[in-house]
């Protein structure tokens, strides 16, 4: 929320021409319509465009063997920020970045910083998911929670255990002795159909609140809960208005990230890897009326805790 | 009419051919391009900006020329593995399985000797498994289509999903990064890289890999007995049973080989490009070469200029859609409709070529054949 | 129990287009043809389906459109193939691409940039009155959709048709000895061609099947290989109706139990080994099945000179 | 009486892409009369009648039917027309019925195939036919598919019946069936036009004789002079000029040393009755062994049992005193074993590929041409030129594809291939078939020739002319038993017609 005031100031203070100055890249590995990670970050983008002036490239479904290729692209061409959306973007940033001095690289979810002019920034994800599971955890009926996730890379793991931890967690406060989670992994970010007949076989064993974290195939997901009438949590967009049975959502918010990046790396006050989480505002959650009293009052402490620094997530890392 | 007026008659025909496969390629691929380019205002874009940016874009410097070659590398192998086949009648469209095949032995052994040996060591090793494993690949589709009579084009296709999800399954698993965090394996030394070849480009050897290939794959086809035998089982596998040459044998032959090529891509790729393994990359160079290996007329030569050609549209695509508005699938649109004309083309040239041969003979006049 | 029944209800949900696009494969390739464009079909179908159904607000017409659609693209590839005589395999591919292209394209020329899917109601599911009380079955095959049904009747009418009528009989000559029907007064081309637009339509409906009936959206991923898996069903299915009628459903369930595993979630098992349990499934079966009977001259051009 | 005018062309034309198949043809067919139509491969005579039942299209000319103009573009106004065709190569489904083959095309809705079947069958019962109409055509043998085309006819009620070389592929008995049927079916008012290679049914059969050359009518026999036109005259029309006279074998000295031996040779596929058993004969330097029989008797299995192509039984088989049992055809190609196989177009060519390809077919593990695994193409190609020179191929060189050309050339170059793989031994199965005279005269000359070089030869033919002009001496082949083996000369020909039919003991064989 902070940066946005920031923002608007600046607009005032009229020197956006400065950002309408920048060559800024935006490079995506999948379609701006996935409605997910892809389409949050363009709206990042068009954020930073709208809020400071600046005329952000949008480069997407770029596949994974021309990483290299389109980093270096801008680079020759002598861009001031080349940005991109995935940590699958590290290595070849970390292969290219040094080459470029003049052009800063910046991986969002990336985490390496080899160089000077690499500025990843970091979700801590986790944090996020954290919120999600209070969520589930006040939803949920019989304690059985099912999640999904894309494919099994380390921060997914990570955003999975403590969303488990939570959910079971307050579950079990709630007088549901025996909750449980159970995940598995989709092997695929797109595939809707794998989401929608993974979700309802998982509803069939039981679980009735479903969490899954992909692209496109989250919205098979979200359809099987429907049809289902189990309840969904949704993550990394606002899923809310989907079904009615999303009762809500943590939304990665980038558009407020975006500008704040930006902006650091005009004044050169950002500099080597950065991590963004609840306190930064990166994660909005959204409640629909479906969640109780109760459980917004949890989900507002939680984010203040963890703004605070006050609660360890770490802890249930399962690796 | 003597023998030399004949022979003549027949160069003459010869270079009016070749004039006519230039004439006939040219215009399809043109109208391949005003085909996708058509659509182009739909999106807000310029058709006329979109073909200059296409070409000044990709012609502006020599990094972006070079990036054809980048990628024309792996589409020349992917193209031969299909063409080679071809010419014994067979359909291997398993290449993009056998491709992965080749990367995951390829960065296989890269990361496990890389740093313990000489880089050339480890390069030609990784280039013996690349190709052992496409090659293995290919050999078993070969053994179940000579063993089981099982359809190889249906097996061939199915056998890139499985290996797929086995490439998959070991970038989680044994060949994970040494961070464990995503689907990929650490970076290969850089001893196994590939040597740049061209300055102020990232072309490796690769595309000389390739080219050789095709060489060696055309020699093999036309000029070596192995390849003459493959081609007569293509043709007519009874014959070739009548003459002491086993089809099953020819079979396996061409697949391990067609195999073969499609593993060094994966070489080519991993060692010469990527560095790494990871999923999810080149799912289309399959498809590709089996459009490359069309335009070439399974011709193992004719197939380097298909592959460039590719090679062009993709890298022009993508400068494309860097410049414009223009979405990404635009390449697809490029590339579809390119090889629907070329295909269209074959047609067109063959019926022209037809009717003027029937109008010659009706000039010559009563002559009989 | 109450498991079992789940999963089978699911394994006949899935196996619907499968059986659907193998039944449009039989037609055509009892005749010769090979309509290696399914991938490419049924994307369209999907894609043309849910545009349809998603604009006009009606499935019906979603369905409608979706079998021109993939009407459309069989009538492009059977006009290269058998009046161009342009190499079957090799066609597919070609139009497998260009497809692909023109559906991510016009999808973004017709609807722009998106952040939240668009969504269209799906196909619901109706039970049959009195069938679907029979315990067990009833809830597995008499509680589906309109068009799981209509696959269902299909079927049997396909197989009269082929096995039965004059027409079949031409069909299937058409795929054993072109020139026979040829001097016996009949058009081979036509009887291939209108064989492969059959082959288009039915392929049309099974793409729409995923977006009307099981998403109730549309992605450039939604058939990820699917059409595939129709077309070695119709091999397995020894180019019979009823054949692939029973492998769609062996498919279903192989599908359905590869879901049902994967959702346990066992780290034991590499969850991988059953998203490719289809594919390896069509392989084995492949290899397996020795009686299978191929048309005599599937997928080969017929030249004809006159 | 003159007989009524039923099907007329006028100045028929068709061109090919690289040939004018059909120039300026015209001709007429009556009611009630066998026309017979001659030439050499290639004279135009498949083509003209395909015209006729709209295979193909005529690039200039009219057709007249009763008289009146017609525009036949698909056989389905011709079969409207009552104009029936049986190809040269049948247009039969081997995978379908009887019944089915028969109805196809000519049948709407619902099929009762009860009904039909039993339809058929009455129509072949009718007309002495031993066809089952419920039998799948696969299972029958090429006399019976014949059968069921003609029955095609018969179904359609056709007036005119156009037969392309109906005798090519039959036994001499089967061809005597076919002749009965035809006078029959013309006695009944109908039409027959008769492509054919053997005088001997022209003769026999025919009411009126054309000839084609080169695509024009080169000569026309009217009614009254078919009785007395001469075989040579009509050689004359065909070719252009007569044909030269073979200097027949016999009573030349007698090599002594035998070169190749079979004995005991059998092939019994399990649960069936054998194909071959207890074959042994043996084939001296020099001398060509024929071997006579109705087709079908075991000639193609004994050769490819010879050749390597089929795993026997029992039986040795010995090459100059070489035990050549167990090797491979390759290892038998190397010991110098020629075979002309009966079905050129399937085992002895490829017509996709140049002349010097297919001269290179059987020679690709030979060290011949091949030098570590590379061709000499360039020693193949001068191979290829030469044979092209020495056998008056027709072609202009080397590189075209051996389907470009016409079907005696393409023998000529088959042959030359074989005669120059098989030093020893060379194996002629069916070597004429299908071929005209000028051809058939040079397979003759060449076969006489490698005799001359001190080869064993061993020829398969079911013609019985052939034999005689050939062999040194005759072996009998029925039910894959030899019958006996006779010095040509010693034996007549009637008593060979028994013996091939299967009447007569099995005598002490090597007179
Ligand atoms: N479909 C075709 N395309 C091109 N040329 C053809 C075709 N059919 C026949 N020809 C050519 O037309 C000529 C006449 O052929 P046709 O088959 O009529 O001869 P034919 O008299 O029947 O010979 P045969 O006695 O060998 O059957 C030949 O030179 C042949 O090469
Ligand atoms: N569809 C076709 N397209 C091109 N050429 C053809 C075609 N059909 C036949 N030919 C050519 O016609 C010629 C002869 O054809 P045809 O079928 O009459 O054989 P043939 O020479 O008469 O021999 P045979 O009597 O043994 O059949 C060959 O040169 C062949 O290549
Ligand atoms: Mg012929
Ligand atoms: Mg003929």
């Known amino acids: ?319 | 009419m003597d023998k030399r007026e004949q022979r003549k008659k027949l160069s003459f025909t010869n270079t009016q051919s070749i004039f006519d496969v230039l004439f006939w390629t040219a215009l399809a691929i043109i109208l391949g391009l005003v085909a996708s380019f058509i659509f182009l205002p739909l999106l807000g874009v310029n058709p006329f900006y979109a073909v200059s940016v296409m070409f000044s874009e990709t012609f502006s410097s020599t990094f972006n020329m070079g990036n054809i070659l980048i990628k024309t590398a792996p589409l020349i192998l992917t193209g031969l593995a299909f063409a080679f086949t071809y010419k014994a009648n067979l359909y291997n469209i398993g290449a993009q399985g056998q491709f992965y095949a080749g990367c995951i032995c390829a960065s296989t052994v890269s990361l496990s000797l890389g740093g313990k040996m000489p880089g050339f060591v480890v390069i030609l090793f990784s280039l013996i498994a690349a190709v052992l494993g496409g090659a293995i690949i290919g050999l078993i589709i070969g053994f179940l289509k000579a063993k089981f009579n099982a359809n190889e084009f249906l097996i061939s296709m199915m056998s890139t999903y499985v290996i797929q999800y086995v490439m998959q399954l070991l970038l989680r698993t044994l060949l994970q990064e040494s961070k464990h965090e995503y689907l990929k394996t650490d970076y290969l030394d850089k001893s196994t890289w590939l040597p740049k070849i061209l300055p102020g480009t990232s072309v490796s050897l690769g595309i000389v890999f390739s080219v050789l290939t095709a060489i060696i794959a055309w020699y093999i086809l036309y000029r070596t007995s192995m390849g003459y035998r493959i081609r007569v089982t293509g043709l007519n596998q009874d014959a070739a049973r009548m003459s002491g040459i086993a089809p099953r044998r020819q079979y396996m032959i061409a697949f391990a080989i067609s195999g073969a090529m499609a593993g060094l891509a994966g070489l080519v790729e991993v060692n010469g490009m990527q560095h790494m393994l990871l999923t999810g990359f080149d799912t289309q160079i399959g498809s590709y070469g089996i459009g490359i290996a069309i335009l070439a007329n399974a011709n193992p030569l004719a197939v380097i200029p298909a592959a460039l050609l590719f090679g062009f549209l993709q890298v022009g695509g993508t400068a494309l859609g860097h410049a414009s508005d223009a979405p990404a699938s635009v390449i697809d649109l490029l590339q579809g409709f390119v090889m629907l004309f070329v295909l269209m083309s074959f047609f067109f040239r063959r019926k022209i070529e037809l009717d003027r041969l029937k109008k010659k003979k009706v000039q010559e006049g009563g002559e009989v054949a | 129990m109450n498991n079992l029944t789940n999963l089978l209800t699911r394994a006949f949900f899935m196996s619907t287009p499968l059986v659907l696009g193998a039944l449009g494969e039989v037609i055509a390739e009892r005749t010769g043809m090979m309509v290696t464009a399914v991938e490419g079909i049924f994307l369209i179908g999907a894609w043309g389906g849910f545009i349809g159904a998603y604009i006009s607000g009606n499935i019906w017409l979603g369905f409608l459109i979706a079998m021109f659609c993939g009407l459309t693209v069989a009538a492009l590839y059977a006009l290269t193939t058998v009046y161009m005589n342009q190499h079957q395999i090799v066609m597919g591919t070609a139009i497998a691409i260009l497809v692909s292209g023109f559906c991510t394209f016009f999808y973004r020329v017709i609807f722009g940039i998106q952040t939240t899917p668009l969504k269209v109601l799906v196909l619901p599911n109706m039970e049959i009155p009195i069938l679907s009380k029979i315990p067990f079955l009833g809830a597995i095959i008499f509680s589906q959709n309109m068009i799981t049904y209509c696959t269902y009747i299909l079927v049997p009418i396909v197989f009269f048709i082929i096995f039965k009528t004059s027409l079949g009989l031409t069909l299937r000559s058409c795929g054993e000895n072109p020139e026979a029907v040829d001097a016996a007064g009949l058009n081979v081309r036509l009887v291939r061609f209108g064989a492969v637009l059959v082959a288009g339509s039915l392929g049309g409906i099974a793409g729409a099947y995923y977006s009307l009936c099981n998403v109730g959206m549309y992605t450039s991923e939604i058939i990820s290989g699917r059409g595939w898996i129709a077309f070695g069903i119709c091999f397995l299915g020894n180019w019979n109706p009823l054949g692939a009628l029973i492998f769609g459903i062996v498919f279903g369930i192989s599908e359905a139990i590869g879901i049902y595993v994967k959702a346990l979630g066992l780290s034991t098992i590499p969850s991988e080994l059953f998203s490719a349990l289809p594919y390896i499934l069509v392989i084995i079966l492949t290899v397996c099945r020795k009686e299978l009977r191929v048309p005599n001259r599937l997928g080969a051009k017929y030249l004809k000179e006159n | 009486m003159e007989k009524k005018i039923l099907v007329e062309l006028k100045h028929v034309s068709k061109r090919f892409a690289k040939v004018l198949a059909n120039d300026d043809v015209s001709m007429e067919i009556k009611e009630g009369e066998v026309v017979a139509l001659l030439g050499e491969n290639g004279a135009g005579k498949s083509t003209i009648m395909k015209i006729l039942y709209g295979l193909y299209h005529a690039t200039s000319g009219e057709i007249f039917i009763h008289g009146e103009k017609r525009d036949i573009s698909s056989p389905k106004e011709a079969i409207a027309s009552g104009i029936s065709m049986i190809q040269q190569h049948f247009s039969l489904i081997p995978a379908h019925t009887v019944t089915e083959n028969i109805i196809l095309g000519h049948c709407k809705g619902k099929i009762d195939y009860k009904a039909k079947e039993k339809e058929i069958q009455d129509l072949a019962d009718k007309y002495h036919f031993a066809v089952n109409a419920g039998e799948y055509v696969k299972n029958l043998t090429v006399g019976a598919q014949q059968k069921v085309e003609i029955l095609k006819a018969l179904y359609l009620n056709s007036k005119i019946l156009i037969m392309d070389e109906p005798t090519a592929v039959l036994t001499p008995q089967e061809a005597e069936i076919l002749m009965q049927f035809v006078r029959e079916y013309v006695a009944k008012g109908n039409s027959v036009v008769f492509i054919t290679h053997k005088m001997k049914e022209v003769m026999e059969v025919s009411d009126r004789i054309i000839v084609l050359r080169n695509g024009r009518v080169s000569g026309t026999i009217n009614e009254e002079e078919v009785k007395s036109v001469k075989e040579t005259e009509l050689v004359n029309m065909m070719i252009g000029h007569a044909l030269e006279v073979l200097k027949s074998p016999g009573g030349e000295e007698e090599n002594p040393k035998v070169r190749f031996s079979v004995s005991h040779l059998s092939i019994i596929p399990k649960d069936e009755v054998p194909i071959l058993s207890d074959v042994s004969f043996e084939i001296r330097g020099g001398e060509v062994l024929g071997f006579a029989g109705v087709s079908g008797n075991g000639q193609q299995e004994l050769c490819e049992a010879i050749y390597g192509a089929r795993t026997i039984n029992t039986g040795e088989i010995v090459l100059d005193g070489e035990d050549v049992t167990h090797l491979s055809i390759t290892e038998r190609i190397r010991k110098g074993i020629g075979y002309l196989a009966s079905d050129r177009y399937k085992y002895g060519m490829v017509s996709d590929m140049s002349l010097s390809e297919n001269l290179m077919l059987k020679a690709s593990y030979l060290e011949r041409w091949v030098k570590h695994g590379i061709i000499q193409w360039k020693k193949v190609n001068q191979d290829t030129e030469k044979i092209i020179a020495d056998y008056k191929v027709k072609a202009p060189d080397y590189s075209v594809n051996i389907g470009s050309l016409s079907g005696g050339n393409q023998q000529k170059l088959v042959v030359a291939r074989e005669v120059d793989m098989g030093r020893n031994l060379v194996i002629f199965d069916q070597p004429t078939r299908g071929l005209d005279l000028g051809a058939i005269n040079y397979v003759h000359k060449t076969i006489l020739k490698e005799k001359e070089l001190g080869k064993s030869i061993l020829l398969v033919s079911t013609e019985l002319s052939e034999i005689f002009a050939l062999s040194d001496r005759i072996a009998v082949l029925y039910k894959g038993r030899i019958m006996g083996i006779y010095r040509n000369g010693e034996i007549s020909t009637d008593r060979i017609g028994l013996l091939m039919a299967g009447v007569g003991e099995k005598e002490a064989t090597n007179g």
């Open chain 1, 1 to 319: 929320k902070e940066s946005k005031a920031e923002a608007q100031e600046s607009v005032k203070e009229g020197d956006n021409s400065d950002y309408a100055g920048m060559k800024i890249v935006l490079i995506l590995p999948g379609s701006i319509d996935d409605q997910s990670w892809n389409a949050s970050n363009n709206a990042g983008a068009k954020q930073c465009d709208k809020e400071l002036g600046t005329k952000i490239e949008v480069v997407e479904s770029v596949p994974v063997e021309e990483f290299e290729q389109t980093f270096t692209e801008y680079g020759e061409k002598g861009y001031d920020l080349v940005m991109s959306a995935g940590s699958q973007f590290d290595e070849a940033c970390a292969a290219v970045a040094p080459q470029y001095p003049k052009t800063v690289y910046t991986v969002i979810n990336g985490t390496k910083s080899d160089s000077e002019n690499m500025v990843p920034v970091f979700p801590k994800e986790y944090e996020g998911s954290y919120i999600a599971g209070i969520i589930a955890g006040y939803t949920t009926k019989n304690g059985n929670f099912a999640t999904m996730g894309g494919e099994s890379n380390l921060a997914m793991v990570h955003l999975l255990d403590t969303y488990e931890a939570a959910a079971v967690e307050v579950a079990k406060s709630r007088g549901i002795a025996d909750a449980k989670a159970n995940r598995s992994f989709l092997n695929t970010w797109t595939d809707v159909s794998i989401g929608k007949a993974m979700t309802s076989q998982m509803i069939d064993n039981g679980a009735d609140t479903v969490f899954c974290y992909s692209n496109e195939a989250t919205s098979g997901a979200i359809q099987a809960t429907a049809e289902k009438k189990a309840k969904f949590v949704g993550f990394a967009a606002n899923k809310n208005t989907e079904s009615d049975c999303v009762v809500g959502s943590v939304d990665m918010a980038w558009a407020n990230v975006y500008p704040w990046i930006i902006k650091g790396i005009k004044s050169g006050e950002l500099k080597g890897a950065q991590e963004v989480g609840v306190k930064e505002g990166v994660f909005e959650t959204i409640l629909t009326d479906q969640c109780s009293d109760e459980c917004k009052a949890a989900v507002e402490k939680a984010t203040e805790d963890i703004t605070a620094g006050k609660l360890d997530l770490k802890q249930y890392f399962s690796n």
